[in-house]
């Protein structure tokens, strides 16, 4: 890891705590009158900087970390650029929600992230960890270009006043499902298999590219409450069977690499909840093929939330967390994680548990008392934990110890 990504992923970490600020104010504003808050507004803010301020410039960050120093120097333009737009965005649309400066900075933002996908797609150094990893990297970007196409088509429908929901709702899930499914996981598997041996790497190679084709119909899969063509439905039952295969398949060959690289218990537990969080999702994807399944899924709000920050903060969040602890820019105290991470943790779990509690219950029109009350008490353990996390990246940065000392620092 180089230094010019080592301040590019602790910026991002710092991002991340104005996230989960944002998202307790949203879960404040639920239960207390707070004028001065637009709760939609700044609902535009809190996702739009989760994915610019924190997830994509995380992986922007680690990815440039697999270069040279040298190399990797040629990138703070572009990065600042987009960090730049991504805290437009947050500081604009709480005030004025779509409006022409939010909307700047979110279309500036877009293209400062083309910016990089182009330059990363031309960096051939990015090929000494292995021919897959660079592969991987090339689709990761490939997604992150497509998935704009998603909210350009969203910008025509509202200039050119079409209200159709089923348009609407069609082009935010093309953009949520190609970032999720295709920028921030193939970013993710590039930063994985970036730790395997070659001769590891050429064994993957197949099964990792066609779980990356197999996405794209998988598209369909968050449209099936809409009335698709026969070919569509087609391609989304595909893409449920595969899916699943192709994942138990790849896990059988990375998981037991990976696992026995791992020398600090903490990482192999946050890297595990990371790979259950996962699991979970690639389980749900595909049994959303199911009518009643799918109907139940869109129809529920709690269920939807759910899912994303499953994917969010329990696969895409949780694996970043422990890239830094392994990288040494987070601490493992004696090897095991700390107790802000594990407040983080406490916190993810509680808010699925009771967004999905909400979604199940709400299937026979029963109450559960104070989930409000539950989801704002999450919202402060994602709050201190991302703090306290900060807080230990921070104090080992001015430590100023050697990388080889990092994991063994405040102990």
């Known amino acids: 890891m180089n230094a010019t990504a080592t301040k590019w992923i602790r ?44 997830i994509s410039l995380f992986l922007m960050g680690a990815i440039i970390g697999l270069l040279p120093e040298q190399k990797a120097k040629t990138y703070n333009k572009v990065l600042g650029v987009y960090t730049f737009t991504a805290y437009g965005m947050f500081v604009s649309f709480p005030f004025q929600g779509y409006g022409p400066i939010s909307i700047f900075f979110s279309t500036a933002s877009v293209l400062a992230g083309w910016c990089f996908a182009y330059k990363v797609w031309k960096e051939e150094a990015l090929a000494k960890p292995g021919r897959l990893v660079i592969r991987l990297i090339r ?11 998603g909210t350009f088509y969203l910008a025509w429908l509202m200039g050119n006043h079409i209200n159709k929901a089923e348009l609407y709702f069609g082009a935010v899930y093309f953009y949520l499902h190609f970032q999720y499914n295709g920028w921030f996981l193939f970013g993710v598997l590039a930063l994985l298999v970036s730790r395997l041996s070659v001769e590891a790497q050429d064994g993957l190679v197949k099964r990792l590219i066609g779980l990356a084709w197999v996405s794209i119909p998988a598209y369909f899969l968050s449209a099936l409450w809409m009335r698709l063509p026969v070919w569509m439905l087609t391609a989304a039952w595909i893409a449920a069977l595969l899916q699943p295969v192709l994942v138990v398949v790849i896990m059988r060959s990375i998981y037991p690499v990976v696992k026995n690289t791992i020398q600090h218990k903490g990482l192999q537990q946050i890297w595990f909840l990371s790979l259950v969080a996962f699991c979970i999702k690639i389980l749900l994807q595909s049994l959303s093929v199911v009518p009643g399944l799918s109907s139940y899924a869109f129809a529920y709000r ?39 991470c594990i407040l983080f943790i406490a916190g993810i779990l509680l808010t699925e548990l009771t967004l999905m509690a909400q979604g199940i219950t709400a299937m026979f029109y029963w109450a559960i008392p104070h989930t409000n009350e539950m989801l704002l008490f999450a919202a402060i353990c994602l709050f201190l934990g991302i703090a306290g996390m900060n807080w230990e990246s921070r104090r080992l940065a001015i430590s100023g110890l050697p990388i080889s000392a990092g994991l063994q620092h405040a102990r």
């Open 11 to 54: 910026l991002a970490l710092f991002n991340l705590l104005l996230v989960a600020l944002a998202g307790l104010l949203l879960r404040l504003k639920i239960l207390l009158p707070i004028p001065w808050i637009h709760h939609k507004h700044l609902l535009h803010a809190h996702s739009h900087f989760a994915f610019a301020g924190w």
């Open 302 to 340: 709690p269920v939807v939330i759910g899912y994303l920050h499953l994917v969010l903060l329990g696969f895409v969040s949780l694996f970043l967390l422990g890239w830094m602890m392994e990288k040494n820019l987070l601490p493992l105290r004696g090897g095991q994680l700390s107790n802000w």
């Open 139 to 149: 689709w990761s970007v490939l997604f992150l270009v497509f998935s704009s196409l």
